[in-house]
């Protein structure tokens, strides 16, 4: 695929210029006259199953507000999202006007000089009013290049009755899991915890519970090899070698959702895009009460979640710039989040919103805003996506008995500093 010099004259006069205007338009005001907008924007939406609905309807009433606007709803796997959108880019062919990416995907893209920025357009309103941690993972070099519109983090989801059952309470600890697990198995027949052994962002609460982190930006380090890691991965192959846990090498998010919604396991960590998926199930559609969140449990030095969340993005190349901005805000707006939040429970962006009563009260908002203010910040760096790809590897490796989790940190690291080499990376 291209680089950022890839792109089209277009595309990259809109990177510079910072213009309403769209390449391809007649008069700067994209299809709808002086000072109004119009046209087409084409809108990829990676949520998930359970949300898609409620976000499709949101991108619709778009439309109602903007007459003269047609909003093309695609919705995109998230697994294959972030390639589709780089061939598309890359060839200048095909990529949507706005697109809502996943965080650690923005200074991908920004660097590879898909994506506009937004620093004094429409698309960035009320910047202050963002939450700092998740307006972090916006920038790029000094520049803004998305704008916050969910934000999130790993909890602890449990089914309270089967661990009632068992005598046992929510754990605070890994260890602790461990030991509630053969009572859960001896008193309801299930298991204690699914383990996502298929997505390596499952690792970092097990790293982070260490004390480790897979790198460090400011004095360019590869950091995933001291010591941690090989504690991060040793942990999870003893859940799972104790019969503590199960888990899967590949479709994790399926598998252990239908686990957690049938009681098959009593706990799953997971974050709140799948609160309304869990609801769903057999365990929890009668019983909603049953549902219960907790903090992720400590490792052996800490307790720690990663920040994530998702942004929207416009295309540098949009042929409909002024009107994919405008459709950024909209998207990205307090009244939109307050509505994502009591449709989904899904954690809004802007402190503003949390005020709002139907925030305030959410269960699952007063557990999950205390534990994203505390979430641990990942690199926002190019590269930082492309880190996950040796930890899913040696993840499989691990849990299959294949490579001991010493070997399998110091692999980690040396593909590390292999993709970090521009970077300077020790």
């Avoid at 796997?77 to 200048?92: L, P, V």
């Amino acid at each position: 695929m291209r680089r950022g010099t890839g792109l089209t004259l277009c595309a990259a006069a809109a990177v510079l210029a910072l213009t309403a205007t769209a390449c391809g338009g007649d008069d700067g005001s994209d299809g709808a006259g002086k000072g109004g907008i119009g046209g087409t924007v084409t809108y990829w939406d990676t949520s998930n199953d359970a949300e898609k609905g409620t976000y499709k309807k949101i991108a619709e009433d778009f439309e109602k507000k903007h007459p003269k606007v047609d909003v093309k709803y695609v919705h995109v796997n998230f697994g294959d999202a972030n390639q589709k959108f780089k061939n598309a880019a890359g060839g200048n062919s095909g990529a949507p006007d706005v697109m809502r990416t996943e965080v650690a995907w923005v200074a991908d893209f920004a660097n590879l000089g898909y994506l506009a920025p937004l620093d004094g357009t429409p698309a960035l309103d009320k910047p202050s009013d963002y939450i700092e941690n998740a307006a972090g993972s916006t920038r790029f070099k000094g520049r803004t290049y998305a704008v916050p519109q969910v934000t999130d983090t790993l909890g602890l989801f449990y089914n309270k009755k089967m661990l009632k059952k068992a005598g046992v309470g929510v754990p605070e600890s890994f260890d602790e899991l461990k030991r509630s697990a053969k009572r859960i198995k001896s008193k309801t027949g299930g298991t204690g915890l699914y383990l996502r052994g298929d997505d390596p962002y499952w690792f970092l609460p097990y790293l982070y519970g260490e004390g480790g982190d897979l790198v460090d930006p400011t004095a360019k380090k590869v950091t995933v090899d001291d010591g941690p890691g090989a504690k991060a991965f040793a942990r999870m192959k003893d859940l799972v070698d104790s019969k503590a846990a199960v888990t899967d090498s590949s479709d994790g998010q399926e598998n252990g959702l239908k686990a957690f919604q049938d009681g098959d396991v009593a706990m799953i960590v997971d974050g709140p895009w799948d609160i309304a998926g869990a609801l769903q199930g057999k365990e929890f559609k009668d019983d909603k009460d049953n549902l219960g969140v907790a903090p992720v449990p400590a490792g052996s030095k800490d307790r720690g979640s990663p920040q994530g969340g998702w942004n929207l993005s416009v295309y540098a190349g949009s042929k409909n710039l002024r009107t994919a901005q405008e459709f950024a805000k909209y998207m990205s707006s307090a009244e939109v989040q307050q509505r994502t939040t009591e449709k989904l429970s899904l954690l809004p962006t802007r402190r503003s919103v949390y005020d709002e009563p139907s925030v305030a009260k959410n269960t699952m908002v007063k557990f999950f805003k205390p534990a994203v203010d505390k979430a641990v910040q990942r690199p926002w760096i190019a590269e930082g996506n492309s880190l996950f790809e040796p930890v899913r590897g040696q993840m499989d490796a691990v849990l299959t008995g294949g490579r001991s989790p010493k070997d399998a940190a110091a692999k980690v690291g040396d593909d590390f500093r292999k993709l970090l080499k521009d970077e300077d990376y020790k």
